[in-house]
């Protein structure tokens, strides 16, 4: 079984430029996730998606990032503009559902890791 | 509320000793604790999760301690392997939504 695919496994901008990531989750997974993980923190999440509406994105510092998930498959986040301060590892994850027990259960990708400079 | 507490932040064991890690919440909505591993470069790993209708679930070497009155929970390794040195974290979620991690451990074990 493949697992989460992201893409760029790195990325360099400079602030105020854009920068977009894209995730493929795990073949028949509903749920998709995108974190920030700041280097020495847990990971911190930005939004869920279920299929491909969005869940959960109280989190999501909606003045500068987007996210989509058009047909409920793969997904992207972008961060328009970029500060000093999203210099971080976005990590996409996914899982099968929202209806309890190891449905549950996240499987993460290899994360994108941003720097700002 | 929405935090999960996790300590200590590094852990030093020598090989075959046991390995705790601890943390805590105070949301008491929080129906899923899952605890990840994570190497360098990689993104984290499931290992082992539990609800809390349970005190304690083992998976192998790897046993979460659940205590829903203290609103505490642990992860303890047992027979710790330096394959084991990583960073750990624990989790919480509420009905599969509103997953909020804790700050980390680095366990690093001696060989």
């Known amino acids: 079984e493949a697992g989460v695919a992201q893409s760029p496994r790195y990325k360099i901008i400079e602030k105020r430029q854009s920068v977009a990531f894209w995730c493929n989750p795990i073949s028949g997974h509903a749920t998709l996730y995108w974190y920030q993980q700041i280097l020495g923190q847990g990971p911190k999440l930005l939004i869920q998606f279920q299929n491909n509406g969005v869940v959960d994105d109280s989190q999501l510092p909606k003045d500068r990032f987007s996210a989509e998930r058009l047909k409920g498959v793969d997904s992207t986040l972008k961060i328009q503009p970029a500060k000093l301060e999203d210099s971080a590892v976005y990590l996409c994850a996914s899982s099968l559902g929202q209806t309890g027990g190891s449905l549950y259960e996240q499987y993460f990708g290899p994360g994108t890791r941003l720097t700002v400079t | 509320q929405q935090q999960v507490k996790q300590s200590p932040q590094s852990l030093i064991v020598q090989k075959g000793g046991i390995s705790i890690i601890n943390c805590a919440y105070e949301n008491t909505a929080f129906d899923y604790f899952p605890w990840y591993q994570q190497f360098p470069g990689k993104g984290p790993a499931l290992l082992i999760a539990?609800?809390?209708?349970?005190s304690e679930k083992k998976e192998g070497r790897f046993t979460i301690s659940f205590n829903k009155s203290a609103k505490q929970f642990s992860l303890h390794i047992m027979d710790s392997q330096p394959g084991d040195s990583a960073t750990y974290f624990c989790?919480?979620?509420?009905?599969?939504?509103?997953?909020?991690f804790g700050p980390g451990t680095r366990l690093s074990v001696l060989p």
């Open positions: 989790a919480a979620s509420e009905w599969g939504q509103n997953f909020v």
């Open positions: 539990i609800r809390p209708d349970v």
